[in-house]
């Protein structure tokens, strides 16, 4: 504990030390500071994502947000592509499928995606197994806003927000506007999607839409095709009274072409090993959000949500087919209010979260001679938690505030398998201090600690091919020490810079020898810079860059100062855009991904690791005068068609008595036609 009060205090004496020069402009040149800082009258915009009705500003973490327009000028063709050009994060990919994507913040490797929570509109797409949020889940025609908080914000949202949490914010009920959407490309890409929003009296308002996204997939048996459909109601009384209902239905279905060799990587990279392996996905569900505004005494709100997710996969490769279902249930209240201390001002947050998850599974697999014998498996996995959690806000002054918050949580996990019935129950905490520094509106300075946990996934701790609980896992926990600044500055230029350090405990990996998953018998830490830098005109364009790096390493031990595999060290996003006229716009992106150890080489010494790769992207989009509303773009991926692969691993076969190597490849040359109409 010593080590950490001492670590910081020195990244606080940090943060405030580079307040020093922002302190003395604001306070002998008052004038002056009006003028460098950027200014505008739009409204400030709420982050959902804060669950306490903050604007970016206000949070002490490094916050990204893109808007619906970002997303459309810029021509990107789906979440995974957003993310990691505008958001700067990594993303591993697993057959070029959006609903196979497994994203990365701050250093993760191999499972990263448990790591960081995603949600739409507040429900969690994370799945309580060791499959990825499905991505597919979310067309871009519905999205208002995409928000990213780095960093762990397990006070506030408990498991999977580790690393970071990112909240897909949809289109809102309201002022009535139809668009409609198609795209084609290489591969047999195509998308087509409506969305509807509209109004009635006396405060009732609605929005709809339907997507459809199909895809030949850059290899053999990477095809996918999905049915998305959202509806939501809202009715508002006066602007202190709201309640929302809105539900979905998603329709997933898409191959599976497996891993290839090295030298089957060299050959054709765009070949499958398993070109019968398929999945199908069903998810549907509906959320209740309850918003009352009590004026001085604060804001109460709640949020009810339930969804069913059926999955079923035919593992032809292996003769065997598996089915797994999910029913979850979430109730959130929450009680925001402001409140006076000694005169000086508060803000607190205090809510509770209950979340259920009912999970049964079947695998069904045929005798393999020399690999397996046959056998049917039934389990069930059922979860409940129960979480309480405060967060309050100490204003010092109009500029610095103290920032507090803790969070306990219960786990209750039943398992049945091949070895009959076990309970177990596990208790966990968090909490954050943090140190937040405004000296004027868009910009702020923070320092900030917190502890943070993650449980395992149900596959982790239940081996759903024997059916055998796995008691011996423990949840990782561990702390995080950041500090970081951003500004809008001189109207025209955004920048950002954050600093961290994390240590954690009991680290879950996948054991390659006993393709069993154990804690990491030794500490791990991760030390890193996440920095932005963006210049933008109006008339002229903008350029922009963002820069990841991290030392993922094991902090003692056997394994002592080697790299975590599945990590690069560093990651460049350079994006720019130039207006050649008031309707013409040429769009460029750089991607840069240094080297990554392969998944399985904890001891660092397998000859092959996954290389560096730099991609070139560009586009044109094109919005005619003559037709508001009308937006047009073309573009191509990867111009230079380098072939490469960004997952890929090292495994003992006990049978052979050898280690091999496996590559998911990545797409090489793509292009892409959209066209939307908003009226």
């Known amino acids: 504990m010593k080590q950490l ?22 306070a002998e040149t008052p004038i002056q500071s009006e003028v460098t800082l950027a200014r505008t009258n739009m409204p400030p915009v709420i982050v959902e994502a804060s669950r306490t009705f903050k604007t970016k500003e206000e949070i002490a973490s490094h916050v990204t947000i893109i808007t619906a327009e970002d997303i459309n000028k810029k021509g990107r063709k789906d979440i995974v592509d957003v993310l990691r050009k505008d958001a700067g994060i990594f993303i591993r990919s697993l057959n070029s499928n959006p609903a196979q994507s497994q994203i990365s913040m701050r250093g993760f490797g191999a499972n990263s995606h448990g790591r960081v929570l995603v949600m739409v509109d507040g429900e969690r797409l994370n799945n309580p197994d060791m499959s990825a949020p499905n991505l597919l889940r979310v067309p871009l025609s519905t999205i208002s806003r995409i928000e990213v908080l780095h960093g762990s914000q397990t006070v506030l949202f408990g498991d999977y927000a580790e690393a970071g949490v990112i909240n897909i914010v949809t289109l809102t009920p309201g002022e009535e506007r139809t668009t409609l959407s198609a795209s084609g490309g290489s591969d047999e890409t195509f998308s087509a999607g409506i969305q509807h929003a509209g109004a009635f009296e006396d405060g009732v308002s609605y929005s709809a839409g339907l997507d459809w996204n199909k895809s030949d997939g850059y290899r053999q048996n990477g095809d996918y095709e999905s049915w998305n459909a959202k509806g939501s109601i809202t009715k508002q009384w006066s602007e202190k009274h709201q309640v929302t209902l809105s539900t979905f239905y998603n329709n997933s279905e898409f191959g599976w072409p497996g891993s290839l060799t090295y030298n089957q990587f060299q050959e054709n990279p765009k070949a499958s090993t398993t070109p019968d392996d398929e999945s199908k996905q069903k998810r549907w569900g509906t959320r209740l959000y309850v918003k009352t505004d009590l004026g001085d005494e604060g804001i109460l709100d709640a949020t009810l949500t339930a969804g069913r ?18 029913d979850d249930y979430a109730f959130s209240p929450k009680y925001s209010t402001p409140w006076d201390i000694g005169g000086y001002e508060n803000s607190l947050t205090i809510g509770i979260d209950t979340r259920l998850s009912f999970c049964n599974g079947y695998n069904h697999f045929a005798a393999i001679p020399g690999y397996s014998p046959a056998f049917d498996r039934y389990w069930e996995y059922n979860r409940t938690s129960l979480a309480g959690f405060i967060a309050n806000e100490f204003f010092l002054t109009d500029e610095i505030s103290l920032l507090a918050g803790l969070r306990g949580e219960i786990f209750r996990n039943k398992i049945q398998g091949s070895t009959g019935t076990t309970t177990e129950t596990s208790d966990q905490y968090a909490y954050e201090t943090a140190l937040l520094y405004r000296p004027v509106e868009q910009a702020k300075i923070f320092a900030r600690a917190t502890r943070y946990y993650h449980v395992p996934f149900v596959d982790e701790v239940v081996d759903t091919y024997t059916g055998v609980p796995n008691t011996d896992l423990e949840p990782e926990t561990g702390y995080t020490f950041e500090t970081g600044a951003s500004a809008e500055i ?6 950002g810079l954050t ?10 990996y996948l054991d390659a020898v006993t393709y069993r ?30 820069y990841n790096y991290v ?16 990590v690069p060290k560093q990651t460049v996003q350079l994006n720019g855009e130039l207006n050649l006229t008031d309707e013409i716009t040429l769009l460029a992106t750089v991607n840069h991904v240094s080297s990554q150890r392969m998944e399985g080489d904890f001891a660092n010494t397998a000859p092959k690791t996954l290389k560096p790769v730099t991609t070139l992207d560009l586009g044109v989009s094109y919005e005619p005068g003559f037709t508001e509303g009308l937006r047009l773009f073309a573009g191509v991926d990867n111009v230079t068609d380098k072939e490469y692969a960004n997952y890929g691993g090292y495994y003992y076969n006990t049978w052979a008595g050898s280690h091999n190597y496996y590559y998911y490849p990545a797409d090489a040359r793509t292009w892409k036609l959209t066209a939307s109409y908003t009226f």
């Open 5 to 26: 009060l001492i670590q910081l205090t020195a990244y606080i004496v940090c943060a405030l030390s580079i307040t020093t020069p922002f302190n003395a402009s604001a």
């Open 309 to 326: 997710r059926e999955s079923e996969t035919d593992w032809a490769s292996l003769k065997g087919r598996t089915e797994y279902d999910t």
């Open 490 to 495: 001189l109207e025209h230029v955004t920048a």
């Open 499 to 508: 600093f961290y350090h994390m240590e954690t405990e009991d680290e879950i």
């Open 517 to 546: 998953n154990v804690n990491a018998p030794d500490d791990t830490s991760r030390d890193g810079v996440e920095a932005s830098l963006t210049l933008a005109d109006d008339d002229i364009g903008s350029i922009g860059v963002i």
């Open 551 to 566: 030392k993922a390493r094991f902090s003692e031990g056997v394994y002592e100062d080697n790299r975590i595999p599945m």
